[in-house]
């Protein structure tokens, strides 16, 4: 899945008529568009972060922009980011690497010593543990819980 959402932003970052297109049917529907990451500017957590948060803000953009373009590839991208399952560990991993990125941010931080690390450790694993028995509050796996009807449709749009 993160390989074929590193493709998606590989396609709008190698077409600027699709990028236009795409800011352009956002602005026109009052929809949120993200700039999506490019690979070598982070750490691969971040990157990866980085890259789920874009493309799950901008997701009901990208979503139009899929529906409404005559290309192959575009439309392939529609139908990943459509399928539920996909969402699902989309937005679980989204909340994931969130935790990981802020866990490795601190611990590369200046005010953390390795007297701390044992403490920083044990904080993190309590993190993960909680986000397999629940959503974390605020993330992306409980906003797509509540943006989701009974007939998987989420914003409208059928997954």
Request: proline share 2%; glycine share 6%.
């Amino acid at each position: 899945l993160i390989g074929k959402l590193t493709g998606l932003a590989t396609y709008f970052h190698a077409s600027a008529v699709s990028t236009s297109e795409l800011e352009t049917l956002a602005e026109e529907n009052g929809l949120s568009v993200r700039r999506l990451p490019k690979y070598f500017e982070v750490r691969w957590a971040q990157f990866t972060h980085s890259l789920l948060d874009s493309i799950l803000s901008s997701w009901q953009a990208l979503i139009k922009f899929c529906s409404t373009t005559d290309c192959a590839q575009g439309k392939s991208f529609g139908k990943i980011l459509t399928n539920k399952e996909n969402m699902q560990l989309l937005c679980f991993l989204g909340d994931l690497l969130f935790l990981l990125s802020n866990f490795q941010k601190r611990l590369q931080s200046d005010h953390i010593t390795i007297i701390d690390l044992p403490d920083e450790v044990t904080k993190f694993q309590k993190k993960l543990a909680d986000l397999l028995d629940k959503p974390m509050i605020g993330g992306w796996e409980e906003a797509l819980k509540h943006s989701m009807t009974n007939n998987s449709t989420s914003h409208g749009i059928q997954l």
